[in-house]
Every structure is written in C-alpha cells, then in structure tokens.
C-alpha cells in the first residue's frame, strides 16, 4: 500500500497515480506541480507538451534566483526533461481513471506534489556526488469547475 499526500480521496470519483524515485529535479518539479495544479487534465497535458516543445515557459515563483524574466510572465524557464516524466505521470493518471469508468473529459487535477526522494551517490573519478530523485504524486477527480 502506497501512501499519498492527499487526504480527502473518495475512490468512487477520483483517480491517482505515483512516480517514484524519477531522475528530475524536485525543486522544477515543485514548480511544474503548481502550474497544472487545478487545470483540466487536456489542459495540463497541451501545457506539458508546450513546454517541451518550447512554446510556453513555466513560471518559477518560489524557486527563481538568478532566473531570467519571460514575456509577459516574469521568471519563468523550460524544464523539458522534468515535463515529459511528469506528463509520462499524469497520462499513466488519466488511464487509471478511465479504466474505472470515470468520464475522462471532465477530469481536474486535484492534487499534484512533488517530493524529495532518496539521492543515491553518482561515483566519478576523483569525487563522488548524488543524484536527483524526485516523487511525483497526481490525483484527479471528476467533475469539479
């Protein structure tokens, strides 16, 4: 049994999904988090894919020393690697809410977190250093807005 950070889950009308231990950076992806939290989930993913594709930035608002401002937006960057897992998360999220029968047009992003993982050491020549690792928690819910 995996715990979440997500308190109020009702099984008949919500959804989750969890990526464990995912080679990206916790604090982009504490930022990405927050910038899908709340979005329907066709939405989310067209943010997602846009960033990949360099085509909208995310705006970093706890996380932006020494970021340089974007259009219309203030800090903001593209974290393309730590997108594609998170979208790999929320697209492993919506099939485990169609597979229970929930619509999957209306569902909403109810909870999305990132957490600090364990960071095993990544051994070089001279001087060993660790790893990012980052947990990543999505929970949808159908029908809300």
């Known amino acids: 049994m995996q715990k979440y950070a997500f308190e109020g889950y009702a099984k008949e009308s919500m959804a989750r999904a969890k990526g464990i231990s995912l080679g990206i950076s916790s604090k982009q ?3 990405i988090c927050s910038f899908i939290r709340g979005k329907k989930i ?5 943010m997602l ?34 997108c594609s897992e998170i979208l790999k998360v929320v697209k492993a999220c919506e099939a485990n809410a169609q597979f229970k029968g929930l619509n999957t047009s209306g569902l909403v992003i109810a909870h999305a ?12 020549r001279q001087s060993r250093r660790k790893m990012k690792r980052t947990h990543i928690q999505i929970v949808v819910v159908e029908g809300k807005k």
């Open 29 to 31: 992806s504490i930022e």
């Open 42 to 46: 066709a939405t989310a993913k067209r």
């Open 49 to 82: 894919e846009d960033v990949i594709a360099m085509k909208r930035a995310v705006p970093f608002k706890r996380f932006n020393h020494n970021i340089g401002h974007r259009k219309s937006m203030g800090p903001g960057r593209y974290p393309v690697k730590a």
């Open 113 to 124: 977190s990132a957490d600090f993982a364990s960071r095993p050491f990544h051994y070089g």
